[in-house]
């Protein structure tokens, strides 16, 4: 057994000892000249023989203003190592050449005198590049540019207050102003298409404007943004989630109708100031998870435009009461969820798909969690109205106006290709107004219920009755 044991030991020990062989890369030395110092370089060389995290032994020595070789050894310099030129203190002026493509984490960081950066081409930053560099104050981010970091670039870059993006830039990359507590004001190029995650998290934006060429912003992207008070998101299609989480100055926001798709977990959650969402007119879909969490949101107003209830829309709201427009058809599963404030909600019959009713018609998959003085106003014979019932949720019926009686006549006569006009109701007949407090001679829970229990109680009487008719014919005889 012990030998057994020796020898797999020994099999573990030759392929790792393989693993470091084939896949490990050599280490190469150079010097060359900057500015008059002499400037020792580690590399690595990947298979096109090109250098790659390419180092710098002896930062310190660097002085004022430097551009980074493109080329040592006649082969062309493509990546910086990880802090490849930590703590240059007296390093002022930096200048990427083209031919680098990424930098690796930590590369400039404490770089205490660095004022000025040109970045070249460069297409990957890694996360604290240039973290603690004091005197930094601005920054050109070529379009290039295609990859960020989680953790951010510029952390603890105090003085960072002016950053530009260049014209034709099609992403904010992921990270890139994370934590830049003093950049204030940023121009999005209309170049632009996508906000990458977590870009502007943690920083001192008091304002944004998104060109309408912004179709997708990703998740954290304005995350803790506490100055934040002025969104404009011009034709955004998709928001992915927690995207305004914690944002405390933020009270209001207009969701455009280009919007076509949320995210389960909300998008702005802990944002516990916003009181005031508007759905642009033409909207069609109020997309899933929009207003999840958010508590201090009382009442929406629903364009008449809208379609589509999206799954979690409004879950864990504070909505205490809402009306759906007839233009509505669907309702996807826990759009209401856990809104305990919520006790009326108008449905009108045109919504036919409700949660997952045609699947677990009797299990809550819209209100579920909600208040027990919930009350759905809904049209006799509706859909909803068979819901509720099945879900024994408090309902209300409404009375129909003429209006709605004509049109839906119309529609039976366009559907059976009638043409001879009928006349509905007398002409001097004044028009119904719909109830929308309490349908005549039915209440909460009423209807189809009571009918049963007058059955019960007639049966009942009627049963005594004959039972002592019954006894006083025994005593007779």
């Given at each position: ?372 003085n919930l009350t759905i106003y809904c049209y006799k014979d509706s859909k909803i109205s ?64 009571m009918t049963i229990v007058y059955v019960i109680i007639s049966i009942f009487i009627i049963?005594f009755v004959l039972y002592k008719k019954y006894n006083n014919y025994k005593d007779v005889?």
């Open positions: 057994m012990l030998k057994k044991n020796f020898s797999i030991l020994i099999m573990i020990l030759v392929i790792v000892g393989l693993r470091g062989n084939v896949f490990g890369k050599d280490t190469y030395t150079a010097t060359s000249t900057i500015n008059g110092i002499k400037v020792n370089w580690e590399y690595q060389l990947n298979e096109k023989n090109q250098i790659e995290n390419l180092k710098c032994i002896n930062p310190v020595e660097l002085r004022g203003n430097i551009t980074i070789p493109s080329a040592l050894d006649g082969k062309t310099i493509i990546s910086l190592g990880s802090s490849s030129f930590r703590s240059a203190t007296n390093l002022t002026s930096l200048t990427i050449p083209s031919s680098i493509k990424k930098i690796n984490y930590r590369a400039f960081e404490k770089c205490d005198n660095l004022t000025s950066v040109n970045l070249g081409q460069i297409e990957d930053i890694s996360f604290d590049v240039f973290k603690d560099c004091p005197k930094l104050t601005k920054i050109e981010l070529p379009k290039t540019l295609k990859y960020g970091a989680d953790n951010g670039i510029f952390t603890g870059t105090t003085k960072l207050t002016s950053v530009t993006f260049e014209e034709g830039t099609t992403e904010i990359v992921r990270g890139i102003l994370k934590n830049c507590k003093n950049i204030t004001k940023v121009t999005i190029p209309n170049s632009v298409i996508k906000i990458g995650s977590g870009a502007f998290s943690n920083s001192g934006l008091t304002e944004i404007k998104l060109p309408n060429s912004v179709k997708e912003i990703d998740y954290y992207a304005f995350e803790k943004c506490d100055n934040l008070t002025s969104v404009n998101l011009g034709q955004i299609e998709d928001i992915s989630f927690d995207v305004f989480k914690d944002c405390p100055k933020l009270t209001k926001i207009e969701l455009p109708k280009t919007l076509k798709y949320g995210a389960d977990n909300g998008i702005f959650t802990g944002t516990t100031k916003l009181t005031s969402v508007t759905f642009e007119e033409g909207t069609t879909e109020i997309v899933r998870g929009i207003l999840k969490n958010c508590k201090n949101i009382t009442k929406v107003t629903i364009p008449n435009s809208v379609i589509k209830i999206g799954s979690g829309a409004f879950s864990n709201s504070g909505l205490t009461e809402i009306k759906l427009p007839n233009s509505v058809k669907e309702i996807d599963y826990y759009a209401f969820e856990n809104c305990s404030n919520l006790t009326k909600v108008t449905i009108l019959d045109n919504c036919t798909q409700i949660g997952w009713f045609s699947l677990y018609p009797n299990k809550d998959t819209v209100f579920n969690n909600h208040n027990d068979d819901y509720a019932k099945a879900n024994n949720i408090k309902y209300v019926y409404l009375t129909r106006t003429t209006t709605e009686i004509n049109t839906e006549k119309q529609k039976e006569k366009e559907q059976n290709k009638e043409t001879k006009p009928t006349n509905i109701t007398n002409s001097n007949q004044k028009p119904k107004v719909e109830d929308t407090t309490i349908a005549k001679g039915i209440l909460p829970k009423t209807g189809v219920y049963s005889k």
